[in-house]
């Protein structure tokens, strides 16, 4: 197995090849004056598994461009197998239509690394396995998913929030909170987020939740604005919560979230190393190793 960490995730990928005893064969990449970039493979891949790992973000579009570069590349020097190891996932979110002429951007996503030769593509935290099912079909790319959240619930429950109240801002991510309050305890919940199909405005509806001077912890598969979060940690702050922790798996912090949350009343910010950032106090390379060891 040769394990190739990209441009985006140098640091993780050499985690993954060392927790797996091998060497990682980092590619060598520049960027052009003109933004394009440059991608070299510096291992011999000829009938070899190789493993690429390259996180989507920030800068998705760049990002996912080197991995079909490095895909196609190790396809062409002739790689037998190509498992690309995306923690994060760019265009994950647009798997449904509601609108006529809408793109489909994940299916998209998958149909260019299918065809620049991925067999198998490894993600953490998928936004909707539903959907996967929906759409993985059309392609012959073997989709597999990992969670981050139970090891992000170990975390906080090893760091004050044990027995915290789990709480999800949509009831599209109740499988999170069930996973979480199964490692923390304490039991959950979910709010409602409506979307607004035309504008892509988001309203939350707030429910009773038991959480008077309790601990909470709001987890969620992405932050990107911060607004989804920001809402729900006030909902169960106004509810008496006394201490509520903003969980999740990738920290994609466009700027003003971390404001939004701390003025929420965050009182933690925690997320996972899918997305490298100063809140990545959990990391999923331990995860990422253990899978391919079982492929
Ligand atoms: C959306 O469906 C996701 O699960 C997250 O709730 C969303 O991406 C968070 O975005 P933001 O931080 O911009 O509210």
Request: net charge negative.
């Given at each position: 197995m040769i394990i190739v960490p990209g441009p985006a995730s140098v640091k993780l990928g050499s985690i993954v090849a060392e927790l797996l005893g091998h060497e990682a064969h980092p590619v060598d990449h520049r960027l052009f004056p003109d933004g394009e970039s440059y991608i070299r493979l510096t291992a011999d891949v000829k009938d070899e598994t190789v493993v690429l790992v390259q996180t989507t973000a920030p800068d998705p579009d760049r990002k996912l461009v080197q991995l079909l570069v490095m895909a196609r590349t190790a396809r062409d020097f002739g790689a037998r197998r190509i498992i690309a190891c995306v923690p994060y996932l760019a265009y994950m979110r647009q798997d449904k239509r509601f609108l006529k002429g809408e793109a489909l951007s994940f299916d998209v996503v998958l149909g260019l690394l299918e065809d620049s030769g991925v067999d198998d593509l490894l993600v953490v935290d998928l936004h909707s396995e539903e959907s996967l099912g929906m759409i993985q079909?059309?392609?012959?790319i073997m989709v597999h998913t990992l969670s981050a959240i139970p090891i992000i619930a170990m975390y906080l429950k090893e760091n004050g929030y044990d027995g915290a109240y789990s709480l999800s801002?949509?009831?599209?991510?109740?499988d999170i909170v069930e996973a979480a309050s199964k490692v923390m305890g304490g039991g959950f919940a979910f709010f409602e987020k409506i979307r607004d199909?035309?504008?892509?405005e988001t309203t939350m509806k707030v429910k009773d939740v038991d959480v008077k001077g309790r601990k909470a912890v709001v987890f969620d598969d992405i932050i990107s604005s911060g607004g989804t979060m920001a809402r729900a940690i006030k909902g169960l702050k106004d509810q008496g919560a006394v201490k509520v922790a903003a969980a999740c798996t990738h920290a994609l912090f466009m700027p003003g979230a971390e404001e939004r949350l701390s003025e929420a009343g965050a009182n933690l910010i925690l997320a996972s190393d899918t997305v490298e950032t100063p809140?990545?106090?959990?990391?999923i390379a331990g995860l990422i190793a253990d899978h391919l060891r079982s492929l």
């Amino acid at each position: 197995m040769i394990i190739v960490p990209g441009p985006a995730s140098v640091k993780l990928g050499s985690i993954v090849a060392e927790l797996l005893g091998h060497e990682a064969h980092p590619v060598d990449h520049r960027l052009f004056p003109d933004g394009e970039s440059y991608i070299r493979l510096t291992a011999d891949v000829k009938d070899e598994t190789v493993v690429l790992v390259q996180t989507t973000a920030p800068d998705p579009d760049r990002k996912l461009v080197q991995l079909l570069v490095m895909a196609r590349t190790a396809r062409d020097f002739g790689a037998r197998r190509i498992i690309a190891c995306v923690p994060y996932l760019a265009y994950m979110r647009q798997d449904k239509r509601f609108l006529k002429g809408e793109a489909l951007s994940f299916d998209v996503v998958l149909g260019l690394l299918e065809d620049s030769g991925v067999d198998d593509l490894l993600v953490v935290d998928l936004h909707s396995e539903e959907s996967l099912g929906m759409i993985q079909p059309r392609h012959s790319i073997m989709v597999h998913t990992l969670s981050a959240i139970p090891i992000i619930a170990m975390y906080l429950k090893e760091n004050g929030y044990d027995g915290a109240y789990s709480l999800s801002p949509d009831v599209g991510r109740k499988d999170i909170v069930e996973a979480a309050s199964k490692v923390m305890g304490g039991g959950f919940a979910f709010f409602e987020k409506i979307r607004d199909k035309h504008t892509g405005e988001t309203t939350m509806k707030v429910k009773d939740v038991d959480v008077k001077g309790r601990k909470a912890v709001v987890f969620d598969d992405i932050i990107s604005s911060g607004g989804t979060m920001a809402r729900a940690i006030k909902g169960l702050k106004d509810q008496g919560a006394v201490k509520v922790a903003a969980a999740c798996t990738h920290a994609l912090f466009m700027p003003g979230a971390e404001e939004r949350l701390s003025e929420a009343g965050a009182n933690l910010i925690l997320a996972s190393d899918t997305v490298e950032t100063p809140y990545s106090r959990v990391t999923i390379a331990g995860l990422i190793a253990d899978h391919l060891r079982s492929l």
